[in-house]
């Protein structure tokens, strides 16, 4: 993997771990269970998928860039159910 690709894929687990820390909803939730006595830990996995652009129909068929780097529809949802969003993907 080249080095700038496994560092686009570091800021998105940043990003991701950033924005659970940020999550209103996640802190209510813990500070509940803290008050039921209990302490949290939460520790959570993300598996990132990469293909190829070049090899993907579907991709070339509906491409959306941000930053020159393109997502496929599946890419975009995804991140969509993760709660990012991408500028100019037109579901925003």
């Known amino acids: 993997m080249n080095p700038h690709l496994r ?3 570091q800021q998105l687990g940043e990003a991701i771990h950033d924005s ?10 813990v500070q509940n269970i803290r008050q039921h006595g209990f ?8 598996t990132i998928g990469l293909n190829d652009v070049s090899e ?19 890419d975009l949802n995804f991140l969509k159910s993760l709660r990012i969003s991408v500028e100019g993907d037109g579901t925003s």
């Open 20 to 29: 659970v820390l940020e999550s209103e909803q996640i802190a209510g939730v």
């Open 39 to 46: 302490d949290v830990m939460l520790m959570l996995e993300a």
């Open 7 to 9: 560092e686009l894929i």
């Open 56 to 74: 993907s129909p579907e991709a070339e068929a509906n491409p959306s860039t941000e930053g020159g780097y393109p997502f496929t529809s599946h």
